[in-house]
């Protein structure tokens, strides 16, 4: 049974660039969290989806960030624009309903 | 809102030495708390968890018990090895909003 499956796993942008960061979750979850992990700091939350729906947003930044979830395929979260403070780790987790979330590894975005 | 304070690292130790990193929370109401650990290069992986006060986690000799008069979870080990060197974070969950919020992370290095 794979676990949460996030790529890639590294991704290096210039600054203004895109960056799309795919997630697909444990077979079975319907819930995908997005955190965000600085350098030296704990994980942020930034958003939270069910399939097609956008639950709560309320730590994505208000410009340039956005995620979905489509019915089918993986998660998505897009940085337009990328500036250097974009740098860190981004962390997908997957639940079912009212269990405990399990993560991917990781995408750890690079901005020269 | 709601949030998580745990020690500060890095916290540095010799095998079979006893562990302990402090964990508070401040969320009102009775959240679910867990420890999650995170080895380098890699996600968060779900170590233990407590959903009700008094309740005790336990998982590959690491214990924490949910103590809502202190409002903590503290995270014990009684003999480390070099393999839990890694970083350690502490997190709560409210049902309500459906989202992690995470300590700082505390990083343990073992040495032989």
């Known amino acids: 049974n794979a676990g949460v499956m996030q790529n890639p796993r590294h991704l290096v942008r210039r600054r203004g660039q895109e960056a799309r960061l795919r997630c697909s979750p444990m077979?079975?979850?319907?819930?995908v969290y997005w955190y965000r992990q600085l350098p030296e700091e704990g994980l942020k939350f930034m958003v939270y989806?069910?399939?097609?729906?956008?639950?709560?947003e309320s730590g994505m930044p208000k410009e340039r960030f956005s995620a979905e979830f489509p019915k089918e395929g993986p998660s998505i979260l897009r940085i337009q624009q990328v500036v250097r403070g974009d740098s860190a780790a981004y962390f997908c987790?997957?639940?079912?309903?009212?269990?405990?979330?399990?993560f991917g590894d990781g995408t750890r975005l690079s901005i020269l | 809102g709601n949030s998580v304070t745990q020690m500060e690292g890095p916290v540095t130790l010799s095998e079979e030495a006893f562990l302990t990193i402090n964990c508070t929370y401040t969320?009102?109401?009775?959240?679910?708390l867990f420890w999650y650990v995170q080895y380098p290069g890699e996600g968060l992986q779900l170590l233990l968890k407590?959903?009700?006060?008094?309740d005790k986690g336990s998982n590959k000799g690491f214990e924490a018990t949910y103590r809502k008069e202190t409002t903590s979870f503290h995270l014990e080990k009684g003999s480390v090895q070099v393999s839990d060197s890694a970083v350690y974070f502490c997190?709560?969950?409210?049902?309500?909003?459906?989202?992690?919020?995470f300590g700082g992370g505390t990083r343990v290095l073992v040495k032989p």
């Open positions: 969320a009102t109401g009775y959240p679910s």
């Open positions: 407590a959903t009700k006060a008094d």
């Open positions: 997190a709560d969950h409210k049902a309500a909003g459906n989202k992690l919020t």
């Open positions: 987790a997957s639940s079912h309903t009212g269990q405990p979330q399990h």
């Open positions: 989806l069910q399939k097609e729906n956008i639950i709560d």
């Open positions: 077979k079975g979850h319907s819930h």
